[in-house]
């Protein structure tokens, strides 16, 4: 069975530009999460989508932005770049989006903004 | 609010010895913990997780974690180090109520392993 594949996974933008990336969950899964993670802040929370529906959002700018499609797919985006959007985005699949369920991240995309 | 403490960002050990990272919690419900490792350029790897039940919960590549519910602790011991247990580890805590599938990570540990 395919893991959560996430692409790109590097990415290289300036300021001001914006930003999208994907997360392919493990089939099957309808929930896909997404996390920032970053030498200063660790990881953060940045939403979570469920069945086409954002069920939870963390603490970020409305620059930060989501979907998810009906095959459970998901693209995050964020414009308008600056600097401290770089980081390393991590998506994690699950099946039905409760605890008990066993949450599988993907490999991430790294994002440089210059 | 839900929080992690991860005491030591850095831990050294040697190869066979006993690997203790630390993980304490803070919780307004009963908390739904769990333990990641991330290798380098790679995502995060379930380790174990505690839910309900039994306190002493049993993981992957040799690796235990004890919920202590008085202390507020959930630390992550393996008995002999592998070098290949050289990674970042990471304690979560789960944002229940209705937080659905939002994890609150610490800062994480990272853990040396010397021959």
């Known amino acids: 069975k395919a893991g959560v594949t996430q692409t790109p996974r590097y990415l290289i933008k300036t300021r001001g530009q914006q930003v999208t990336l994907s997360c392919s969950p493990i089939?099957?899964?309808?929930?896909v999460s997404w996390y920032q993670q970053t030498p200063g802040q660790g990881l953060q929370f940045l939403f979570e989508?469920?069945?086409?529906?954002?069920?939870n959002k963390g603490n970020f700018p409305g620059r930060f932005s989501g979907r998810q499609f009906s095959n459970s797919r998901s693209e995050m985006n964020v414009s308008t770049l600056e600097l401290g959007d770089s980081a390393l985005y991590l998506c994690?699949?699950?099946?039905?989006?409760?605890?008990?369920?066993?949450?599988?991240f993907g490999p991430g995309t790294r994002l440089t903004v210059l | 609010a839900q929080s992690v403490t991860q005491l030591g960002s850095h831990v050294s050990v040697s190869e066979g010895a006993l690997v203790l990272l630390r993980c304490n919690y803070s919780?307004?419900?009963?908390?739904?913990l769990f333990w990641y490792v991330q290798y380098p350029n790679q995502g995060l790897q379930l380790l174990l997780k505690?839910?309900?039940?039994?306190?002493l919960v049993k993981g992957i590549n040799g690796f235990e974690a004890e919920f202590k519910k008085s202390e507020t602790s959930f630390h992550l011991t393996k008995p002999s180090a592998h070098m290949s247990d050289a990674a970042e580890y990471f304690c979560?805590?789960?944002?229940?109520?209705?937080?659905?599938?939002?994890?609150?990570f610490g800062a994480g540990t990272r853990l040396a392993v010397h021959p």
């Open positions: 994690a699949s699950s099946l039905l989006g409760s605890m008990d369920n066993e949450q599988f």
């Open positions: 089939s099957g899964h309808r929930s």
């Open positions: 989508y469920f069945s086409e529906t954002q069920r």
């Open positions: 919780s307004s419900v009963p908390p739904y």
């Open positions: 505690y839910t309900t039940g039994a306190t």
């Open positions: 979560a805590v789960s944002d229940l109520p209705g937080g659905y599938n939002k994890l609150i």
